[in-house]
Structures are given as C-alpha cells and as structure tokens.
C-alpha cells in the first residue's frame, strides 16, 4: 500500500478515502477493543473486501462497487 497525497490545493481528493475511514469505524472499529496489530490488520483487509464485494451501496444503485465497476466494463 502506498500512501497518497492530494495534489496541493485541492483538498477534496481526499474526500472519498476519508468517508471510507468513518465507515469503517463506525462499522468495525468503534466500541471493538482489539489487543494486537495483527488483529486489527485482518478486521481491516476483511472489511476492504466486504466493502468492495458485498456490501451494497444506495449510491452505486444498491451494487457492490465491483458490480458497478463490472456494468461499467460491459458498457465500454
């Protein structure tokens, strides 16, 4: 993973990754005590994956974003 940095001025880059982090607290992370790194690591790659494959979102038309990325494909 490599850490991104929006371009100077434009702090709305950053915008869809901070939304992202809340929801990821909120879902899995706040109220949870974790004891270990390695703990908290695997919650967050299970979630990443969660989010992209199972989780369904109003937004996207109530897909997973690999569904919507999948329709997008098609299109083209």
Not at 38 to 44: A, G, K, R, Y
């Amino acid at each position: 993973m490599q850490q991104s940095m929006s371009r100077v001025g434009k702090c709305i880059d950053n915008g869809p990754m901070e939304g992202f982090w809340g929801i990821l607290k909120r879902e899995r992370y706040y109220g949870k005590r974790f004891h270990d790194r390695e703990t908290l690591v695997t919650m967050i790659s299970e979630y990443i994956d969660y989010y992209n494959n199972k989780r369904l979102q109003r937004n996207l038309g109530v897909l997973t974003p690999m569904e919507k990325h999948a329709s997008y494909t098609l299109a083209a």
